[in-house]
């Protein structure tokens, strides 16, 4: 493994953190090729009558940089 750049994005999903973050792996990997890791920053839920609607990861993804 070579240099590994590191991007923050937040991954959602109305059943689970581990779906959000499965969930924003997802959505990278259909821009970013080579993703090797990725580290979950912070867990977060929105909240409406009492319930949890929405789960939210903050995610940092890590992918090998592939330039000359």
């Known amino acids: ?3 590994i750049i590191i991007r923050e994005m937040v ?3 109305p059943k689970s953190w581990s779906d959000a973050a499965r969930q924003a ?3 990278a990997s259909r821009t970013v090729r080579n ?3 990725i580290e979950v920053v912070k867990s977060t839920a929105a909240v ?3 319930e949890i609607v929405e ?3 903050d995610l940092k ?3 090998e940089y592939e330039g000359a």
């Open 48 to 50: 409406e009558n009492g």
């Open 25 to 27: 792996v997802a959505t």
């Open 35 to 37: 993703i090797r890791t």
């Open 11 to 13: 991954g959602t999903s």
């Open 61 to 63: 993804i890590g992918f």
């Open 1 to 3: 493994m070579g240099v």
């Open 55 to 57: 789960y939210r990861v």
